[in-house]
């Protein structure tokens, strides 16, 4: 018997993430390592728990096998429920034939009657792209509250970025009368965070329309959005201020990971209240050798250091060795930095060996880039790899 | 042989009065973020046993607390898992009534009806003060290649790292690995042989001879049943040479956890091949250090903020060193927090602590100066 849940959520968690080259060879982008111990989807899948969901439909496709198993029955998130919680929701085979998601609308389309199973009144379609605390409650509410049929969640950002993203133009009262996506000359500065509340009937009138349009990309952005708004649905802005961070590129990527540095942090992942939820490694506790040196970091458990560390975010169980340094980097956890080696403005995904005294990255300063090395790579002793380069274990360099 | 695990998760609490006042001897906290029963637990789950009850006594609620539903050391199972055995007490026998066992011999007929329901071969027994990462599978292979109706763990330490008290027995072993005799330790010093307090057993052989022992009026479990046994029953030794530490004053709590700060000890501990130890997840950040932060020679735990100096010391989850704060020598357990420019050297704070700005506290390593769970100081 299933009971009626008021909003079930989809998080489409299927793309590639071909922005972050190396570091998605092999893993989905949710699944990607963040702030050393935490995994992209975290954020959304906290949010919901804390925001009083408990039923969350997964959607995969791109290198699902990590995702999965770090999901896995949803325990980490209090997820593993016997009526709802977690679940993957992968393409599949029906009797019509079967299909690969062909667009973030077509996923959802696919799995209405996950929607329906629930008989939920609302759904709430999210992302897992983003780094972020939000109360999505407080979203539904007002959802509830103005009767739209539709509700983006939008974060005002500079002028000068607003035409990297989805722009909204709305009225006093938040109502939405534009749409554009990456606008040459913006008209506004609400971005769309990727976050939507549907009325659960609407959304399905339009997913069956557009499923039915042959030139539709079947996206939520380029097709179900500006379809309704065409159609005169009412259609709201929620404004949502504080952090907020698109993680789709290393830049960004390295970006918000620096941001839980600091006296203050500007990313604040110890809120109790609002704690950011994973699935944590069972490791001893950290071990800070007699000679280390370490400035600014945040280190997680397992981690042994014997070298210098300043200025980065170092994940489970890594090997900093006698004489090693690593500054300004990302270290996502189960790699070795041999003696003597130096690491400065670089992502380092998981199981990275940097030999002895081998050389990755250039200071911040005189660096062209960030240094990307992909999950698995091996630094030779006294090897190198230039700065802004990106090398995976599986391509060689890029 | 299929096994199953029984623990003793209050023996020799008042050896350690201090930290066992609010909580068992298996729930002290241990190593940045363990708790003693960890390492038992660990000891069985990796040896492929899926059945542990564990015998409790009394102030047992941070144990079911750390505990859960098992699921931590993959015991929360349909089948097996972890049983909590607490004291069966009759309300109605008036010899008996309200009295709870009082010795280990008691302990272990008040759980025959685990015992018996169990259908494994032999059964594992460990106490939670020792501290060690055992290849159970071993013993019992050992165990069952000798024909053992008893077989006892024994390792060999040194005084003078480990001092010992008279819960320690010292058996004598024949050459060919049977036990001859034991005694309660005597105040021998150097390499002394000495029980782990870790015990394979035939399942009907425990039940035979504890009730045979209760029948007959005896006490005690080492003195009444293995040491009067010794002749008539094969009673077996086998040698465990990994880190052993076993627990037995605040002092000895003191060294023992300090001994992990030798790389070679904490990886002999933490970091055996296929042997993992596990403990109750807690969701916290990463460790934070701040631009001033100082730390060396130390084990730090996840969930901390640090922002003064640590050195030669055991931090907790969720630690809070302040400002121009020195901590030396110090074990600082779970949500310590220390405000700015104070000075703690050879200090134990258990959970929760607070230590104001500017106070400054010094004990030594053989007397090290405890702060009680939740005081401000």
Redesign the interface.
């Known amino acids: 018997m299933f009971k009626k849940k008021e909003c079930v959520a989809m998080l489409l968690a299927g793309g590639q993430g071909s922005r972050l080259y190396a570091l998605t060879d092999t893993t989905a982008k949710p699944a990607v390592t963040f702030?050393?111990?935490y995994r992209i989807i975290d954020f959304p899948l906290s949010n919901c728990v804390h925001s009083g969901i408990d039923t969350v439909g997964v959607l995969t496709q791109y290198q699902p096998l990590v995702l999965n198993e770090y999901i896995g029955t949803g325990?980490?998130w209090d997820l593993d429920r016997n009526h709802g919680g977690v679940k993957i929701l992968p393409p599949y085979q029906a009797k019509s034939g079967a299909d690969w998601y062909t667009g973030t609308a077509n996923a959802i389309y696919q799995n209405l009657q996950f929607i329906e199973r629930y008989d939920a009144e609302y759904v709430l379609i999210l992302s897992g792209d983003h780094i972020y605390s939000m109360d999505y409650s407080k979203m539904i509410d007002y959802h509830k509250k103005t009767g739209a049929a539709c509700t983006i969640a939008v974060i005002d950002v500079p002028i000068e970025e607003a035409s990297r993203f989805g722009i909204m133009s709305t009225k006093e009262d938040g109502t939405i009368f534009k749409f554009s996506e990456k606008p040459k000359n913006p008209d506004s500065t609400k971005a769309s965070m990727g976050i939507y509340v549907f009325t659960r009937t609407k959304l399905f009138d339009y997913l069956i329309a557009d499923a039915k349009d042959p030139d539709s990309s079947n996206d939520f952005g380029k097709n179900i959005i500006p379809t309704m708004l065409a159609a005169g649905e009412k259609m709201m802005a929620y404004s949502f201020e504080g952090y907020w961070k698109d993680v789709g590129t290393i830049d960004s990527l390295w970006e918000a990971n620096m941001d839980?540095?600091?006296?203050n942090?500007v990313l604040k992942?110890?809120d109790s209240h609002w704690?950011?939820?994973?699935r944590?490694e069972?490791a001893?506790?950290?071990?800070?050798?007699?000679?280390?040196v370490?400035?600014?970091?945040?280190?997680?458990?397992g981690c042994e250091i014997l070298g210098t560390v300043r200025n980065s975010?170092?994940g489970a169980n890594v090997r900093v060795l006698a004489g090693a340094v690593v500054e300004d980097a990302v270290l996502m956890g189960d790699c070795v930095i041999r003696a003597g080696a130096r690491v400065s403005y670089a992502i380092v995904d998981r199981d990275v060996v940097i030999g002895e005294n081998a050389v990755v990255g250039k200071p911040r300063g005189e660096a062209k880039g960030i240094a990307v090395l992909g999950e698995g790579y091996e630094v030779p002793a006294g090897g190198t790899v230039a700065d802004g380069a990106i090398v995976s274990a599986k391509g060689g360099a890029m | 042989m299929t096994a199953a695990g029984i623990i003793f998760s209050n023996i020799h609490d008042a050896t350690i009065p201090e930290l066992t006042g609010r909580r068992t001897m298996a729930s002290i906290p241990f190593a940045g973020r363990y708790r003693l029963i960890d390492f038992a637990l660990s000891n069985m789950v990796n040896s492929g046993i899926t059945k542990v009850g564990v015998i409790t006594h009394y102030n047992y609620q941070s144990l079911l607390d750390h505990i859960g539903t098992g699921k931590d050391w993959d015991l929360a199972r349909r089948t097996g898992g972890i049983k909590i055995l607490p004291p069966f007490i009759t309300a109605y026998d008036n010899a008996t009534a309200g009295r709870v066992y009082s010795t280990r011999l008691e302990a272990l007929m008040g759980v025959m009806s685990f015992i018996d329901r169990c259908t494994e071969d032999v059964l594992v027994l460990s106490d939670c003060d020792v501290i060690c990462n055992v290849d159970i599978a071993n013993v019992i292979r050992k165990h069952e290649a000798s024909g053992a109706d008893f077989t006892v763990l024994t390792t060999t330490v040194d005084t003078a790292e480990q001092p010992l008290d008279s819960h320690a027995q010292v058996p004598v072993v024949d050459e060919n690995g049977r036990v001859v005799d034991m005694a309660e330790y005597n105040g021998q010093q150097g390499r002394v042989k000495v029980c782990a307090d870790i015990w394979v057993a035939n399942r009907t052989y425990i039940k035979r001879v504890v009730t045979e022992a209760i029948a007959h009026g005896y006490k005690s479990f080492y003195r009444d049943v293995l040491i009067r046994n010794l002749a008539k029953d094969k009673i077996c030794a086998v040698e465990y040479d990994g880190f052993f530490a076993r627990i037995n004053s605040l002092a000895s709590y003191f060294s023992c956890s300090m001994r992990l700060l030798d790389p070679a000890n904490r990886v002999n501990l933490f970091y055996r091949r296929n042997q993992p130890i596990f403990t109750k997840v807690r969701n916290s950040t990463p460790t934070r250090y701040s631009a001033d932060a100082k730390v060396v020679g130390s084990m730090i735990a996840d969930g901390c903020v640090i922002e003064g100096t640590v050195e030669n010391s055991i931090i907790f989850r969720g630690v809070k060193i302040g400002k121009g704060t020195v901590v030396k020598n110090c074990i600082l357990m779970q949500d310590t927090v220390t405000g700015e420019n104070v000075r703690l050297t050879s200090v134990i704070t258990d959970k929760n602590v607070v230590i104001r700005d500017g106070r400054e506290l010094c004990g030594c390593e053989s007397m090290p100066f405890y702060i009680g769970k939740q005081i401000m100081v």
Do not use: H, W
């Not at chain 1, 704690?275 to 994973?278: G, T």
């Open positions: 702030g050393g111990k325990l980490p839980i540095l600091g006296e942090p992942l110890n704690r950011v939820l994973s944590n069972n001893p506790p950290q071990y800070i050798g007699p000679d280390a370490i400035e600014n970091a945040s280190i997680t458990e975010v170092l």
